[in-house]
């Protein structure tokens, strides 16, 4: 535990990875600081889906049974067509997931995770968090890098910017990213879950397919709330921003002539936000001497695979291996990315294969959905498309 106690790690961004490598490189001795623009350390009210490679980070660091306490555990998979609601069940994926993958498929909301990986760091470093520290930029030498806040500059041994996808930090190192629109937006949503109908009230993970949009619910908090995500063709929001709000009707507008249980969803929403969907080309490295990027700032990928999350998770686990591994600060952190460009290059590229996959226009028709979800939902396509996502063990990948 001693040998890396003077090595001193900051952290640019107090998000899901930010925290995440925080806890993992506590959890081997090193020193960090996290720096965090934001004033209070809660996440977006939204919700994630973590699948079992995410959850077997959280279990090895400890805090998967407190966050398995706050979120749900869908024991269930469909898909529902678009306005009949016909529906398709999938599979058991609770138990499938435990069996085959040794850790569950958890649906989370987001400041359930964030304050479970928050208490988890401030219990080994209380101060290592710092809010309201708005970064604008570092420099590096030899010796040390400096990051430059608003209000003052520190220093340390290495510097990794965790801050997401408009990240200062990777723009320092590599410049301007010139992301492009996918002709796709978002909507999103969290439903109070007593505003529902009984039977939308499930454990279930339900994907509604229908031509030119999808919709994904899921159970969040312990069952108390619903999470919403509708996309559609749309490219008149360009802002990749979780704070982008919307309205009921134009939400309902865009899912016009779909089922009631849509349309009742969208209603029990209080604000429906957008996000613009833009896709980026993988980065072919994102290391430079003492500063490293993990998460959206490195590899922002679209949410089709719902991986985002779960890559940031697994990256700050393998950064504190690679840290440990060597303390040559450099060669280290070219390590960590080694070990990390093939697997996140093939989830970015994934996810953007993915892009229409639920809006053909096969989907219209309950024949048209009946044969879709043979072909692409049986169990060879379903293991072909997942396990090798699931199986990944960040405690055993060569770094
Ligand atoms: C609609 C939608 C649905 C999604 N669903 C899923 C899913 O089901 N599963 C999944 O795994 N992923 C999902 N994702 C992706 C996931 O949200 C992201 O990949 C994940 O949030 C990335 O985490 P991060 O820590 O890298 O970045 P972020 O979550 O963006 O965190 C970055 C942090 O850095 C801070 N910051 C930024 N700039 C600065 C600065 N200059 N100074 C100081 N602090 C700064 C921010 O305030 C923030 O706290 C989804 C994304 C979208 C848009």
Redesign the pocket.
Known sequence: MMRNSKTHILI???????LTAALALLKRGFDVDV????SELKEVGAG???SPN?NRVLFELGVGEALMALSCEATGKEIRLWNSGHTWKLFDLGAVSVARYGYPYLTVYRPDLIEVLAQAVRAIKPDAIHLK???LGFTQDAHSVTLQLENGTVQGDALIG?????S?IRQGLFGADEPEHTGLM?W?GVIPMERLPEHLRRPVGTNWVGPGAHVVNYPLHGGALMNF?GVVERSDIPVESWSVRGSQDDCLKDFAGWHDDVQRMIQATDTPFK?ALMQRAPMARWSEGRVSL????CHP?L?FL?????M?LEDGFILARALEADTDIAKALRRYEAARLERTRRIVQGAADNTKRFHNPELASVEGASAYVDREWNEERVRQRYDWLFTYDVTQVPI
């Not at 640019?12 to 930010?18: E, H, L, R, S």
């Not at 720096?35 to 934001?38: I, M, S």
């Open positions: 640019a961004g107090g998000g899901i990875g930010g720096y965090e623009q934001a994630v889906q973590l995410g520290a708005h970064v965790a801050d997401g996808v408009h200062v978002a999103r995500i996000w993990l998460g959206d700032a990928t949410p719902a991986q985002g999350a779960v940031a």
